[in-house]
């Protein structure tokens, strides 16, 4: 039941916020966590990990160990002509379904007290007299710390007004993911990008024999496409004859796709209404560097530390907030900085095709954009 007050409320159960809430449960603060949705549920996400995560995981009460999920240690990427990379991923990463993973951290963070809210929505955020109200669909609380780890896009996002939801439409917003599980023959070890025009696709194994392929485009692409996703794979996507073999090949697990629209890239703030923002409600890499789900698991880290030393009055709210928001920065700054840069040459035929022969013919250069993208264990 919702109780009068929390010490920290956190809106969203991805993986931010259900890290989070773990971290902070075991601190024996008391926690609230609010997901619109109900576990298990499917997202659109690329569900490769990098593994920086692996051990962060494990202590969060994953059995990654037990699951015998696939190791990816090969990129393969392709251009929109069909010119083909290949090279070897240094730390590597595992597949595994959100549906899964979003499912064990939900038991973890009930196991470990936290109070867990599913399909419940928050409406509004208040924050007056040092203090939160939170207005949700269940009713109304009151806590010391607000997080937000709501994603890509929210209600509260536009009821806030943030900077990014103000943007007109540009080579950093205006995207639509696309998700499915499929069954195919596929290497265990290899994740692949396979880029079409004014897009790219990813495709890897996940557990129970599947694979996850998902892809970006503009929403101007659906927009030629009549909004016909099945027509704008067949139209557009299928040109890349990477992607013609898979769609041709493959057993599709849904009858429909997952989906979400009016993605953005644009900068964001890790601090609004002084509610601390993690994961990608913080800032969104793009799909193509892979690291998306590592940087809000890390993410989550950081921010336990500093809410946990304001909760024990060792810092003022302020301190938290400035010491939460360096520490991202130098964290996650150049990663995001770097798959901006990448994103905006991605997408025309030319320059999608000219990149991809850079990195096919210069290996250290391709490495170096790895490196640049991701980080190491935490």
Same mark, same amino acid.
């Given at each position: ?9 956190i ?7 259900l ?13 609230a ?13 690329g569900?490769y ?11 969060l ?5 037990e ?5 990816i240690?090969?990129l393969?990427?392709?251009g *929109?002509d069909? %010119?083909?990379?290949? &090279?070897?991923?240094?730390? /590597?990463g595992f @597949? $595994? #379904?959100r549906?899964?993973?979003d499912?064990l951290?939900a ?9 867990l809210f ?7 955020v208040?924050?007056r007299?040092q ?15 607000c ?18 939801t103000q ?17 195919l023959p596929? *290497?265990?070890? %290899?994740?692949?990008? &396979?880029?079409?025009?004014? /897009?790219?696709? @990813? $495709? #890897?194994?996940?557990?129970?024999d599947?694979?996850?392929l ?8 659906l ?25 041709s090949?493959a ?7 997952v989906?979400?629209?009016?993605i ?10 002084h509610v601390?923002?993690?994961?990608d409600a913080?800032g ?10 590592s940087?809000? %698991? ?19 709210r ?10 991202w ?10 798959g901006?840069?990448i ?5 025309g035929r ?5 990149f991809?022969?850079?990195a ?14 991701h980080?190491?264990?935490?």
């Amino acid at each position: 039941m919702l109780q009068q007050e929390y010490d920290i409320v956190i809106i969203g159960g991805g993986l931010a916020g259900l890290s989070l809430s773990i971290q902070l449960a075991r601190k024996n603060y008391k926690v609230a966590l609010f997901e619109r949705e109900t576990y298990p549920f499917h997202k659109v996400c690329g569900e490769y990990i990098s593994h920086e995560s692996w051990n962060h995981l494990e202590e969060l009460g994953v059995p990654l160990s037990e699951l015998n999920l696939p190791q990816i240690q090969r990129l393969q990427v392709s251009g *929109p002509d069909g %010119l083909l990379l290949e &090279h070897p991923l240094d730390l /590597g990463g595992f @597949g $595994i #379904s959100r549906y899964m993973l979003d499912e064990l951290l939900a038991k973890s963070a009930k196991a470990e007290g936290v109070h867990l809210f599913e399909g419940v929505k928050v409406m509004n955020v208040v924050f007056r007299n040092q203090r939160f109200v939170v207005f949700t669909s269940a009713g109304e609380t009151e806590a010391a710390v607000c997080a937000g780890t709501f994603g890509k896009r929210s209600n509260l996002d536009v009821k806030w007004k943030r900077q990014f939801t103000q943007v007109r439409p540009n080579k950093l917003n205006h995207y639509v993911g696309v998700k499915y599980h499929i069954k195919l023959p596929f *290497p265990d070890d %290899l994740i692949a990008l &396979h880029n079409f025009e004014n /897009g790219y696709c @990813g $495709i #890897s194994r996940i557990e129970k024999d599947l694979c996850c392929l998902c892809y970006l485009t503009t929403a101007e692409n659906l927009r030629k496409s009549k909004n016909d996703i099945r027509e704008m794979e067949k139209s557009i996507l299928m040109k890349n004859p990477y992607l013609e073999e898979i769609f041709s090949k493959a057993s599709f697990v849904w009858e429909e796709p997952v989906t979400i629209s009016r993605i953005s890239f644009n900068k964001k703030t890790r601090v609004e209404n002084h509610v601390l923002l993690i994961g990608d409600a913080a800032g969104l890499i793009t799909p193509l560097c892979g690291n998306g789900m590592s940087m809000a %698991l890390h993410g989550s880290k950081l921010a336990a530390h500093q809410i946990d030393e304001f909760l024990r009055n060792k810092i003022n709210r302020f301190e938290m907030e400035q010491q939460y928001n360096q520490q991202w920065e130098a964290q996650f700054g150049k990663r995001l900085m770097v798959g901006r840069w990448i994103q905006s040459l991605f997408g025309g035929r030319f320059l999608t095709n000219l990149f991809v022969r850079t990195a096919k013919f210069s290996p250290k250069f391709t490495r170096f954009l790895i490196r640049l993208t991701h980080g190491q264990p935490f």
